[in-house]
């Protein structure tokens, strides 16, 4: 069902040996020391993985979205940061694609495909979470375009994205209020006001942004309309669940790897320790909820592939892969013992990468609500 064509399985194939051969031997040292991984980004530049939602007329690839997502996961694999790199870049790509005017087409995605210009989204605030309608950047309408003013925060690659999606009110006094929501295209102007301290994702900036009276041509503003963006960045959205699903598919696969493997290897009371039932029963429950994730996130892009909604299963895919993620990374710390607990092994970092996935794009707690409401609302048509 979720089988890939030769092209992209080779796609896929080409990422994982990147992340075996470049990225593994490397990681740990460039995540303590918290280093942009410039090097290992300028070859996933090489690779195409910038432009894997571009379109080929554009310089992309243009893969299905479930191709995308098993990209994601290799790259998650090996670090969950270089996932992070390229996620909201690649949405960004994404809406542009699906929204974006001809004019907007052509001026960014040849450079975005190839990761000359590197994308980022700005849509979290200072207090106000995962409430997208509640947001307060305000952008004032001007003789020629748009005057931004506001904050936000937890903004990925700030310092190296050139190109800011911004979600922002252009009616402020819309009721209700998404309907005064747009998406505005911003190129400089706006500035970084602090790195914000993580206890993992490193290496990758996640930044406070200050909007103080940037200006903004009327062209930056995505599509043709005012007032679409909340329901553009809902559908763009279900790419970033997605994603976000995949790096913790990523992250989890990494430490079940390490864990079998470990398993195998240390020895108790004269056996392999995968010979307790304890331990055998955690690799067991392990591999299980990987397998299960992995057909959610499958699923969710396969829909999204052939153009049906897909906000339920995205938002399903992403809540119980990321609890997953969390789970085995723990199983796996509990199951390397108190090697587990020492830097000198993956398995910490592991356990510092997969709450990112829980709390990001949505937190869990935000996205059970949804999947709630959406289910009665299917039930309803």
Same mark, same amino acid.
């Given at each position: 069902?979720?089988?890939?064509?030769?092209?992209?399985?080779?796609?896929?194939?080409?990422?994982?040996?990147?992340?075996?051969?470049?990225?593994?031997?490397?990681?740990?040292?460039?995540?303590?020391?918290?280093?942009?991984?410039?090097?290992?980004?300028?070859?996933?530049?090489?690779?195409?993985?910038?432009?894997?939602?571009?379109?080929?007329?554009?310089?992309?690839?243009?893969?299905? =979205?479930?191709?995308?997502?098993?990209?994601?996961?290799?790259?998650?694999r090996?670090?969950?940061?270089?996932?992070? /790199?390229?996620?909201?870049?690649?949405?960004?790509?994404?809406?542009?694609?699906?929204?974006?005017?001809?004019?907007?087409?052509?001026?960014?995605?040849?450079?975005?495909?190839?990761?000359?210009?590197?994308?980022?989204?700005?849509?979290?605030?200072?207090?106000?979470?995962?409430?997208?309608?509640?947001?307060?950047?305000?952008a004032?309408?001007?003789?020629?375009?748009?005057?931004?003013?506001?904050?936000?925060?937890?903004?990925?690659?700030?310092?190296?994205?050139g190109?800011?999606?911004?979600?922002?009110?252009?009616?402020?006094?819309?009721?209700?209020?998404?309907?005064?929501?747009?998406?505005?295209?911003?190129?400089?102007?706006?500035?970084?006001?602090?790195?914000?301290?993580?206890?993992?994702?490193?290496?990758?900036?996640?930044?406070?942004?200050?909007?103080?009276?940037?200006?903004?041509?009327?062209?930056?503003?995505?599509?043709?309309?005012e007032?679409?963006?909340?329901?553009?960045?809902?559908?763009?959205?279900?790419?970033?669940?997605?994603?976000?699903?995949?790096?913790?598919?990523?992250?989890?696969?990494?430490?079940?790897?390490?864990?079998?493997?470990?398993?195998?290897?240390?020895?108790?009371?004269?056996?392999?320790?995968?010979?307790?039932?304890?331990?055998?029963?955690?690799?067991?429950?392990?591999?299980?909820?990987?397998?299960? /994730?992995?057909?959610?996130?499958?699923?969710a892009? =396969?829909?999204?592939?052939r153009?049906e909604?897909?906000?339920?299963?995205?938002?399903?895919?992403?809540?119980?892969?990321?609890?997953?993620?969390?789970?085995?990374?723990?199983?796996?710390?509990?199951?390397?013992?108190?090697y587990?607990?020492?830097?000198?092994?993956?398995?910490?970092?592991?356990?510092?990468?997969?709450?990112?996935?829980?709390?990001?794009?949505?937190?869990?707690?935000i996205?059970?609500?949804?999947?709630?409401?959406?289910?009665?609302?299917?039930?309803?048509?």
């Amino acid at each position: 069902m979720f089988e890939l064509d030769e092209d992209e399985a080779a796609i896929v194939g080409v990422v994982a040996e990147f992340v075996d051969e470049r990225v593994r031997p490397v990681v740990r040292e460039l995540e303590h020391a918290n280093t942009y991984p410039g090097e290992l980004i300028e070859e996933m530049k090489r690779l195409g993985v910038y432009g894997l939602l571009v379109p080929e007329a554009a310089g992309g690839s243009e893969v299905s =979205v479930a191709c995308f997502a098993m990209v994601t996961e290799q790259l998650a694999r090996g670090w969950m940061s270089l996932a992070g /790199a390229m996620g909201g870049h690649s949405v960004v790509c994404f809406l542009i694609r699906e929204f974006g005017t001809e004019e907007q087409q052509a001026a960014y995605l040849p450079r975005l495909a190839t990761g000359e210009l590197r994308a980022t989204m700005a849509l979290t605030e200072p207090g106000g979470g995962s409430d997208l309608q509640a947001i307060r950047t305000v952008a004032r309408p001007t003789a020629d375009g748009y005057l931004v003013d506001g904050v936000k925060t937890w903004i990925s690659n700030a310092r190296r994205a050139g190109l800011v999606a911004l979600l922002c009110k252009t009616d402020p006094a819309a009721d209700p209020p998404h309907k005064g929501v747009s998406i505005l295209l911003v190129e400089g102007g706006h500035t970084v006001s602090k790195d914000l301290p993580k206890l993992g994702y490193k290496g990758v900036e996640s930044c406070e942004v200050v909007f103080d009276g940037v200006r903004v041509p009327r062209t930056a503003l995505l599509g043709d309309r005012e007032g679409a963006g909340f329901a553009q960045m809902m559908r763009g959205l279900e790419v970033g669940r997605i994603q976000v699903a995949a790096r913790a598919l990523g992250v989890g696969q990494a430490a079940f790897d390490d864990a079998f493997k470990y398993a195998q290897q240390r020895e108790t009371f004269g056996v392999p320790i995968w010979q307790h039932q304890s331990i055998g029963n955690y690799l067991a429950d392990m591999a299980t909820s990987l397998r299960a /994730a992995r057909l959610l996130t499958l699923d969710a892009a =396969v829909r999204l592939d052939r153009g049906e909604r897909a906000d339920l299963e995205a938002g399903m895919a992403k809540l119980f892969a990321s609890e997953t993620a969390m789970k085995v990374a723990l199983d796996a710390l509990r199951i390397h013992g108190g090697y587990g607990y020492s830097t000198e092994f993956d398995v910490e970092r592991y356990f510092r990468d997969a709450p990112l996935m829980i709390v990001g794009e949505g937190t869990n707690e935000i996205q059970r609500n949804m999947i709630a409401r959406q289910l009665i609302a299917r039930e309803r048509h």
